[in-house]
């Protein structure tokens, strides 16, 4: 009796080592030995953030010329779905036992890996600025006074990498406002993480003292002007919001009322003068 008890107990341990065996073992082994359970690869569980859940896939990476970095997951019926890193909450590996789920997380995703802004059909930059034009050499002294600072607002519409829209911004120097108006372009290198860019402008320049406009009876004689071309670089803060930075050239030709020895009469009269400036252009603010 002794060793019919011993016989079967070896028999219950044989069997429940066998049952051990066959649950531990993952999936992608028993896949290979001729099972119907699919490639042993289809062992990724999706989950994305707006809840669902894509279960039994296999999940790769993929980056084509232009295009954004995607996940790029396969189920077992052979459907290929696309989701960027920021649609996905969590990627967990099953091992098809009673081990728990590995967690394969997709880190931090950043504001590169899901930039949108150049897929918006407008644009809007804030900006400060700084002109460094030299020293005032003109012989009545009605030019710049020193390096002039301000605000600068541009915006307008995005025809794929090129947009093009309407800026204007604000300066005093010598006691005179002047609000420069201005026709702004600009054209993005590339959309990398950081994204170089080339701008343009050109336009006029109010003020609040000489009474003088650009008109197309003026255009190409003395009268306010305004012209920029730079170079920048666009750093993503949030997926449609960067910060910028960009450096140019701006050329300037402003009007100033000055009281000169002018008339034939004894009283003293105002006359227009003009001058001109050429000098460096930064800015420095943010790009919806």
């Not at 649950?23 to 030995?33: I, M, N």
């Not at 042993?40 to 569980?45: E, G, L, S």
């Not at 779905?81 to 909450?89: A, E, F, H, N, V």
């Not at 105002?270 to 000098?279: D, L, P, R, T």
């Amino acid at each position: 009796m002794r060793n019919e008890y011993r016989k079967s107990g070896v028999r219950v341990a044989l069997l429940a080592v066998l049952f051990l065996a066959l649950t531990v073992v993952p999936r992608p082994l028993l896949a290979q030995s001729g099972t119907d359970e699919g490639p042993p690869y289809y062992d990724k569980v999706v989950r994305l953030q707006d809840g669902s859940v894509i279960r039994d896939v296999e999940v790769t990476w993929e980056q084509e010329e232009g295009e954004y970095e995607r996940y790029v997951i396969k189920t077992r019926s052979g459907e290929i779905i696309r989701k960027l890193p920021s649609d996905i909450l969590v990627i967990e590996t099953h091992s098809r036992s009673f081990m728990p789920p590995g967690y394969n997380p997709v880190g931090i995703v950043t504001p590169c890996d899901d930039r949108q802004r150049e897929r918006l059909p407008y644009f809007l930059e804030l900006r400060g600025f700084a002109y460094f034009a030299g020293e005032d050499e003109s012989d009545t002294q009605i030019g710049l006074d020193g390096p002039v600072f301000g605000p600068e607002i541009a915006g307008g519409f995005r025809f794929g990498a090129f947009g093009i829209g309407l800026g204007a911004a604000w300066f005093s120097s010598r006691d005179i406002s002047r609000f420069p108006f201005f026709i702004h372009a600009r054209y993005q290198l590339a959309m990398t993480c950081f994204a170089p860019y080339l701008f343009a402008q050109a336009g006029t320049v109010f003020d609040d003292q000489s009474g003088e406009t650009l008109g197309f009876d003026n255009l190409l004689e003395a009268a306010p002007k305004l012209f920029s071309l730079g170079v920048g670089v666009d750093y993503p803060l949030s997926p449609a919001l960067d910060i910028s930075f960009d450096l140019g050239y701006r050329y300037m030709q402003l009007p100033t009322a000055v009281l000169c020895d002018c008339s034939d009469r004894p009283e003293r009269a105002e006359a227009i003068y003009f001058n001109e400036s050429h000098g460096l252009l930064l800015r420095l603010g943010v790009t919806f």
